[in-house]
């Protein structure tokens, strides 16, 4: 009887050594594979979010045909209303600071009045943030923000605020305007959210820029508890 050769039994086993070593190669490959297409769609589904948020817009944005102000002073924050053709009304926030000495209309008291107010005046359009103003004019410096000796700057831009209410917010010895009452910036960034001005309402720099660009002259403010 003719006995196989010595290469005829070798073959088997190099075939069977092989196929134990491509079967958990292939396997791996394949699980690689899945893992990869896992980390791609993860990746993919995370883009698509972030163009979502991206494109997702802003409330008050596009011009509205109307808008008004309320300031909530046991809050600390300021809403825009803005209204338009269709009827709907959308609503911006932002973070305000009010008076540490809290709410009244007497002059001199320091304090933040209540009541319905409207914009008077606009000032500070196209300043630099964090310019300090006088007397509602430019001082061409710009205010360092969160120094220890900040003290009641008034910075960026400026909303003239004028009492609409007789024997509360105008009038003798209680008028808003000629207190000076102002929306503005402010360079204790670090105490928004908390009652620190001498009766203004302050806001965050960029967040006033914000505003002072969504608002006109004669936008109704109305400020309460």
Not at 184 to 193: L, S
């Amino acid at each position: 009887m003719r006995q196989k050769s010595r290469h005829t039994r070798i073959k088997p086993i190099l075939w069977l050594f092989s196929s134990l070593l491509i079967i958990p190669m292939t396997f791996g490959f394949i699980n690689s594979t899945e893992v990869f297409a896992q980390q791609f769609q993860a990746v993919a589904q995370s883009g698509d979010k972030m163009n979502q948020t991206s494109e997702k817009v802003q409330p008050c944005t596009a011009p509205p045909i109307d808008s008004r102000i309320e300031v909530d002073i046991s809050e600390q924050q300021l809403y825009l209303y803005c209204r338009y053709a269709e009827g709907n009304e959308e609503k911006k926030i932002y973070p305000v600071s009010t008076s540490k000495y809290g709410i009244g209309s007497k002059a001199g008291s320091n304090k933040t009045p209540l009541g319905q107010h409207r914009i008077e005046k606009k000032f500070g359009e196209g300043a630099p943030e964090g310019m300090i103003f006088r007397a509602r004019r430019s001082t061409g410096k710009i205010a360092q923000m969160n120094a220890p000796d900040a003290g009641d700057l008034v910075t960026t831009r400026i909303m003239w605020l004028k009492g609409l209410e007789r024997g509360i917010n105008s009038g003798r010895g209680i008028d808003s305007y000629k207190r000076y009452i102002y929306i503005h910036g402010t360079a204790e960034e670090n105490k928004i959210g908390s009652i620190a001005s001498h009766g203004c309402i302050r806001m965050y720099n960029r967040d006033v820029i914000d505003l002072f660009g969504r608002v006109t002259e004669g936008v109704e403010v109305n400020i309460k508890r």
